[in-house]
């Protein structure tokens, strides 16, 4: 019987929908509306201060850091830079912070801001000379530079050489560094979606979308990817320099490649393009790794898989998914 | 210095060809292509040690193993997402991974993992002593290039390969399976990376970092050289490869791995496409 009918969807009428009237009749279409944003805001922040021991708020630290960085390969990747060194990105901000405290002795309500601008900076610096490379030639060298670096580091014995950078200034206390990654992660999260959605966004987009045609219409496309790239590099460089001062030091791990490829993973998971997609894909898969800690490296292996199944099996995403149960009302219809 | 820089070009070349044809071919960026090359190794090794198979039988399974593995690879997991390059990057790069940090955890560290090589002793050319392995490795570089060439101008696949790389939709009117010859290339590139791995492991030990180094190697000569076009990885490479001879002899080996990358900023500066790129190529890349 089932073939003789379809699946139809149609969207949930609420006013609010529609483009020039923001007039919202009742308190249940704003609670519709609010729901999806309010509720993860409040319980992750709930959680996050009142129901976890001290050891998962460092975590819950974590986690918010891999989703901004998630979100921000996201963002890239929606300007059609498709990233495969976040690491580099992360490095770079954590060796920023690092130094700048370390050699000038700045208090870090100076180091961490001035990180994320100077460390934006650098990488746009670094990456501005193959920002006119597409596509995978793009992930190529990004994939090369954060080894390449690592190397440097290694073999010039700057910047404390192997040993990295220690005994650096902490922050206070773990609950100004909640609130501080989750202000940052929010913050991050909403200015995305908006700035994707505004008319200089849109620009931003239809470089990923058709390339040629942006250019056609007398839009310098490279300079339209350097202001993404500092963008999403600044919000890596913030991460960086928070987790230096977090951790307290600094050194060649910041250019490992988990900080490249678990973002990536929790974008495909969650669902590339959506940006609140790789924020929900991280929330799953870092506390998921804590859980798997006691397997070592072969937890990078389940990164590697969840990526290749993911790609290949679920190309949607666990974000598109659920926005389309959420928005749309799904019945079936006999066909005609 | 001559010789040496000559050697180190014929390694990079023998790495960068089997990344280079897959590409080539079928358009797919290989990012497994270093986990390959490692896997190679170790699959050679065990098949030597445990197994007691003479070095040329257990070369041979190797290679055939490897490219029927590059081939299923594709047909399960590429072919389904082929033309969406971002996800093509992300399934290559997460087979790699899933390869790569496997080996690590179970374990292939160390240095009983070396290969033996083909002939033992070494000659004096030019006041430097030369091992045969290197020299062989020449050989096996000019060997397959020439191998290269005639299979590509004068076998029914080679030429299917051509036809796909240079329209696919037209081969496709003329009875060209796409699908299938890109499968093919990808087989075969990773049994040209399996290849390289038997002749070039030899001179040192097997480590699972070196697969990331492979793929580096693999893309900056297939950069510089421009993407697809053979006789421009073979360019590429000289340059690469006497560049870091003569950065390691004059500063310092730590340098070596620099190079690659500034001779990939300098070659995308000047000349996006790539020493030998093509109009074609220029477009898909800048």
Known sequence: M??????????????????????LTSYKEMWYLLFPRFVPIVGIALIAYFFLPLYWKKVAITTCIFAMLAVSWDFLSNCGLLSLGQALFFGIGSYTAGSLDHYLHLPIYVTIPAATIIGGFISTAILLPVVRLRGIYFAMVTLILPLMLMRLIEATKILGGTEGITGLSPLPNV?????????????????????????YGLIFVSMRDNDRATMASGINIYAFKAQALFIGSSICAFCGAFMTHSYQFTGMPVFAMEFSILPIAAAAIGGIGTLAGPLVGAMI???????????????????????????????????????????????WVRIE | ?????????????????????????????????????????????TLINHLHLPYAISAIITISAIGIFGGLVYKFIIRRIRGLVISEVIATFGISIVILEFLRYVGFIGFKYSLPVFIKGSVEIFD???DIQRLLIIAFGIFLITGLYLFTHHTKIGLAFRGIA???????????????????SMGMGSALGALAAIVILPLGTITVDSGYDVLISALSVCIVGGLGSTFGVIIASFIIGYAQTITATYVSAHWTMIVSLVAILIILAIKPSGLLGHQKELEERV
């Open chain 1, 2 to 23: 089932k073939e003789n009918y379809r699946k139809e969807r149609i969207a949930r009428g609420i006013k609010a929908r529609s483009d020039d009237i923001y007039a």
């Open chain 1, 175 to 199: 609950w100004s560094e909640i609130t501080l990654v989750l202000a940052a992660m929010w913050a991050s999260l909403f200015g995305l979606r908006r700035f994707i959605a505004s008319d």
């Open chain 1, 285 to 331: 898969l870092v506390p998921l790794s804590e859980i798997l800690r006691e397997f070592g490296t072969l937890r990078i292996v389940f990164y590697g898989l969840i990526l290749v199944i993911c790609v290949v099996a679920l190309p949607e995403g666990i974000f598109h998914y659920a926005s389309r149960k959420y928005n749309e009302m799904e019945r």
């Open chain 2, 1 to 45: 210095m001559l010789v040496y820089g000559l050697i180190n070009s014929a390694v990079l070349a023998l790495m960068a060809l089997g990344f280079n044809l897959t590409f080539g071919i079928s358009g797919v960026a290989n990012f497994a292509y270093g986990a390959i090359y490692v896997v190679s190794g170790f699959l050679t090794w």
């Open chain 2, 128 to 130: 430097a002593y030369v």
């Open chain 2, 166 to 184: 240079q329209e696919e939709h037209t081969s496709l009117s003329l009875g060209i399976n796409p699908d299938r010859i890109a499968g093919w």
